[in-house]
């Protein structure tokens, strides 16, 4: 997961996640569609991930924090955890 930190750091210094107010969510990864790069969580909601971040690092049944902003009324992952 290391180098989601670091895209995530990279999001942050091209002012993309500065775009629109941020917010969190935490829970399980239950599904994953790379043709569309969302993912699920067992929270109900489904997000889009940033296409600077690497999708490949997530797993289904994983645990994560995910930072999103709120944009063309879709949840965007801009950054993701481990959960603790």
Do not use: W
């Not at 569309?36 to 924090?65: C, M």
Request: zero cysteines; hydrophobic letters at 45%.
């Amino acid at each position: 997961m290391k180098p989601l930190v670091g895209a995530m750091a990279a999001l942050a210094m091209l002012g993309i996640a500065g775009v629109a107010s941020a917010a969190e969510s935490s829970g399980t990864i239950e599904a994953i569609e790379p043709a569309s790069r969302s993912v699920k969580l067992d929270d109900g909601n489904t997000y889009v991930v940033h296409a600077a971040l690497p999708l490949e690092e997530l797993k289904e049944g994983r645990a994560v924090k995910v930072t999103f902003i709120e944009q063309d009324g879709q949840r965007i992952i801009t950054g993701v955890r481990p959960a603790e």
